[in-house]
T-cell receptor, first 118, second 110 residues
Framework: GAGVSQSPSNKVTEKGKDVELRCDPI?????LYWYRQRLGQGLEFLIY????????KSGLPSDRFSAERTGESVSTLTIQRTQQEDSAVYLC????????????????FGPGTRLLVL | QKEVEQNSGPLSVPEGAIASLNCTYS??????FFWYRQYSGKSPELIMF????GDKEDGRFTAQLNKASQYVSLLIRDSQPSDSATYLC??????????FGKGTRLSVIA
């Protein structure tokens, strides 16, 4: 079946502009995650959606970052007034849900959006 | 103490050797453990998961879990140059997202 998809695959923007990144999770996956990965660095957790529960926004680095999800489908990550330090790959992942069972927790990643802020 | 710790490497092994990748975690309540592989410029892909003490084998890969020592490892037998990548350890504590280590970079030398 189709995996996680993200768009755009690459985005170049000027400092101060807003950008919107999109993620389409695997159908039926209730959990969705956003991560940031700077060049040569590990995964930095940003935000997590689980079903209709309030999202876990504990990883968002500043109030310039926000994310929304409509039901159990598409999510958008918005970065306002972009800064050069926002340049990174933004990865989205989805899973069936954090049920406590390993298979349900397996996160499947999309190909990422490479953001470059000039 | 970081929640999930991995040696950043690089770990260099000759082709055909066994590569041993290690990961320690701090939360004794952790329930399931995952290994992901990430090639340069690509997104992470799942290799395998384990949630019971002992060994779990899948092809050339073996995951080992020791909950008493809070230690999980990944062995890659007959290492190939195509195994050269960064290997991410991830831990789940139950009703929370996975917590990822920073990864170990493996280089298999032909």
């Amino acid at each position: 079946g189709a995996g996680v998809s993200q768009s755009p695959s690459n985005k170049v923007t000027e400092k101060g502009k807003d950008v919107e990144l999109r993620c389409d999770p695997i159908s039926g996956h209730t959990a969705l995650y956003w991560y940031r990965q700077r060049l040569g660095q590990g995964l930095e957790f940003l935000i997590y959606f689980q079903g209709n529960s309030a999202p876990d926004k504990s990883g968002l680095p500043s109030d310039r970052f926000s994310a929304e999800r409509t039901g159990e489908s598409v999510s958008t990550l918005t970065i306002q007034r972009t800064q050069q330090e926002d340049s990174a790959v933004y990865l989205c992942a989805s899973s069936r849900g954090t049920s406590g069972r390993a298979r349900g927790e397996t996160q499947y990643f999309g190909p990422g959006t490479r953001l470059l802020v000039l | 103490q970081k929640e999930v710790e991995q040696n950043s490497g690089p770990l260099s092994v000759p082709e055909g050797a066994i590569a041993s990748l290690n990961c320690t975690y701090s939360d004794r309540g952790s329930q399931s453990f995952f290994w992901y592989r990430q090639y340069s410029g690509k997104s992470p892909e799942l290799i395998m998961f384990i949630y019971s003490n002992g060994d779990k084998e899948d092809g050339r890969f073996t995951a080992q879990l020791n909950k008493a020592s809070q230690y999980v490892s990944l062995l890659i037998r007959d290492s190939q140059p195509s195994d050269s990548a960064t290997y991410l350890c991830a831990v789940n504590k139950g009703n929370t997202p996975l917590v990822f280590g920073k990864g170990t970079r493996l280089s298999v030398i032909a």
